[in-house]
């Protein structure tokens, strides 16, 4: 054993401890998992000048130029700012932005067509049907309708869904964006199918005490057989997306579905004869860029048996997962091929870009907006000018800089203590900011 003098080894220890933590804090050493996001270790911070915030640049659109080119003249408006903007930004010529949309609000309001619908893609920030359902009913109250549109066989979160009663066995096989489907098993644009085993079922109920009316099932190629209360229906499918329409039992305000086929099923649909259906695509985790896992076979299916007038992509929350970062190449590309994909395979749909909502998080012991979200604002309102679709500043219709940090600790609470997620007060706070935009929209299209 040494004799020697060992008292410098607790300072040796505590010295390199610091180094240590010193070079820690001189990188990124933040991140996010799921819901949750640690905490960064800067043990240099009050050493530090406090870092200007660099505002993204602006593009200023002339607010005359989205309207037809012969009222340019008689309304120059003052610049749209689509940074700080809280309305509606509308990019493309009569067939692109919300324009078809809107002559299909048009057209139902006039009685000149009987149905107008919706398919709002999005991650956790919707899931359980949150901002969709109050959008749905605001829309559905103006123009009409009934009807949660489409659900899914089985949902992580039909406990936590409240525009509708869902139950199932536990025995589906889902397959999804996250595991490996066996090859020729096609996934609905949900990013979801489903293969029922023996006696699989699912129940839907409504929410309130009314009835279902019109009923659509989606399922796979292949026959057999499903029993909706306890009466069959013979499935007889020839695509690998196919749609089984009924109208329901009036006397019955319930449907359980007993399946004895291994037919894939991807999902039901609920609509009354007319009104805006509003159809809820969510998937917990996902930037949006897993959209392009989707065959056009089966986009065009979907489209041909059931057709969307509007197509709305609201994503941000899982690409904000290290909040310092600020670029995001590895999204924009990826993202972009989305994006034209589905403006070729969808000429005459329109696109709505929903944007990034605010993300806070803590920096010197106060919750402020994280740097990545104005780059993210930035290249999310870029892809919608560029491919001229229409964009929603989420983030400022919030409020902008610090929004996040205010709903959360405020009198009144709109989102979670995670600084993230909207609670149900706020997501339906959301839903009507949007259809306050939406309506600013057709309104002005009516003058």
């Not at 070079?23 to 800067?42: C, K, M, Q, Y």
């Not at 998080?361 to 892809?383: E, S, W």
Request: overall charge positive.
């Amino acid at each position: 054993m040494s004799s020697g003098n060992k008292h410098p080894y607790p300072f040796v220890i505590v010295l390199g401890t610091l180094c240590c933590l010193g070079v820690l804090s001189l990188i990124n050493n933040s991140f996010s998992f799921g819901h949750h996001t640690t905490r960064p270790l800067d043990i240099l911070a009050d050493l530090k000048k406090e870092e200007e915030t660099q505002e993204p640049e602006t593009a200023t659109i002339p607010a005359a130029a989205q309207k037809d080119s012969t009222t340019i003249a008689a309304t120059m408006a003052p610049p749209i700012d689509y940074a700080t903007y809280p309305g509606i930004i509308e990019y493309g010529d009569r067939n692109s932005g919300m324009r078809s949309f809107v002559n299909a609000l048009k057209a139902l309001r006039a009685g000149q067509r009987k149905k107008v619908r919706i398919a709002y893609f999005g991650d956790s920030m919707i899931e359980g049907d949150l901002i969709t359902q109050d959008l749905r009913d605001s829309l559905q109250h103006y123009f009409g309708g009934e009807g949660v549109g489409f659900v899914p066989a089985t949902s992580v979160v039909s406990g936590f869904r409240t525009s509708i009663r869902h139950s199932f066995s536990g025995n589906w096989m889902d397959y999804h964006f996250k595991n490996i489907p066996p090859k020729g098993t096609e996934l609905g644009i949900s990013g979801h199918v489903f293969l029922p085993a023996a006696q699989s079922w699912v129940k839907y109920q409504p929410a309130n005490k009314e009835t279902f009316e019109e009923v659509s099932l989606l399922y796979g190629s292949g026959g057999g057989e499903v029993m909706i209360n306890n009466k069959p229906l013979r499935l007889d499918g020839k695509n690998s997306l196919n749609a089984k329409s009924f109208i329901s039992d009036s006397t019955q305000n319930s449907l359980t579905l007993q399946f004895k086929t291994s037919t894939l099923f991807y999902g039901a649909c609920f609509e009354s004869p007319a009104g805006v259906f509003l159809d809820n695509y969510s998937f917990r985790g996902i930037s949006g860029i897993e959209l392009g896992k989707l065959s056009k076979n089966m986009w065009m299916q979907m489209q041909s048996v059931r057709p969307y007038d509007l197509i709305v992509l609201h994503y941000g929350a899982n690409v904000l997962f290290l909040p310092e970062n600020t670029k995001f190449d590895w999204y924009e590309r990826p993202m972009v091929k989305v994006v034209d994909s589905l403006r070729q395979l969808f000429p005459n749909t329109s696109f709505l870009i929903v944007g990034t909502a605010d993300k806070a998080y803590k920096k010197k012991g106060k919750y402020v907006t994280a740097p990545g979200v104005k780059a993210l604002m930035k290249i999310q309102h870029n892809f919608a000018e560029s491919r001229g679709m229409a964009y929603w500043n989420l983030f400022s219709a919030m409020g902008g800089e610090g929004a996040m940090a205010r709903w959360v600790e405020g009198d009144t609470t709109y989102a979670n203590k995670d600084y993230t997620h909207f609670n149900f007060r706020g997501a339906s706070k959301i839903g009507g900011l949007l259809y306050k935009a939406i309506m600013d929209e057709y309104k002005q299209e009516q003058l």
